[in-house]
């Protein structure tokens, strides 16, 4: 046997696998896929919990929470006032995509925005604070200070034009100076 025949079998041997191995996760996603479409019986219940988290990693989870008997009512908002040492500030939003695939982007920084707002919890706005000095921060720019707000506000009911009330809570994090 040659080198030439030699390396065949190999790559022939490793192009099997990876078949194999895609073949099997498709075949795991449609049993998956069906075991989520079927009522919930004794034989289904069991599949449960690890057809969610297959669902959630993948992306193939659905959110029926629009179409639910009580879905949100309420309009929320988050935005971050980020100083810097030099004087100078600028407001950071929430993304919103306009390429073709930013709506995929766009869902996952919406549900966040929802877990921040959602949720009153100081901890996660000062965490959420940090994190917008590190990814604004540049060796021209140092944050100091970022200021986390978010705002909610009631729907009004449908067909009229009243504008309700917002609330509003800010966190303040001052960050540590560095040389």
């Known amino acids: 046997m040659n080198a030439d025949s030699a390396t065949f079998s190999v790559n022939t041997a490793d192009d099997e ?8 996760f498709v075949l795991v996603v449609v049993i998956c896929l069906v075991a989520n479409a079927l009522p919930a019986t004794p034989v289904t219940r069991p599949l449960g919990r690890p057809v969610a988290s297959l669902f959630g990693v993948t992306g193939l989870d659905q959110g029926w929470g629009l179409f639910a008997p009580n879905p949100r009512r309420e ?16 407001v950071w939003r929430v993304p919103h995509g306009r390429d073709a695939l ?6 996952r920084w919406r549900k966040w925005l929802e877990h921040v707002v959602v949720t009153p919890d100081a901890a996660l706005s000062r965490r959420t604070g940090r994190y ?3 990814t604004l921060a540049s060796a021209a720019r140092r944050p100091v200070r970022v200021i986390v707000t978010w705002r909610r506000a009631a729907m009004p ?3 009229t034009t009243t504008r309700l009330p917002w ?13």
Do not use: C
């Not at 990876?18 to 073949?23: E, H, Q």
């Not at 309009?75 to 600028?90: H, K, P």
């Not at 930013?102 to 869902?107: A, C, H, N, P, T």
């Open 132 to 134: 917008l000095a590190r």
């Open 17 to 24: 696998a990876r078949r194999l191995l895609i073949g099997s």
């Open 157 to 159: 009911a449908f067909g």
């Open 167 to 179: 609330t509003t809570r800010k966190t303040s994090v001052a960050l540590e100076a560095r040389p």
């Open 102 to 107: 930013g709506g995929l982007r766009d869902y």
């Open 75 to 90: 309009q929320i908002d988050l935005s971050a006032r980020v100083e810097f040492s030099d004087g100078s500030a600028t």
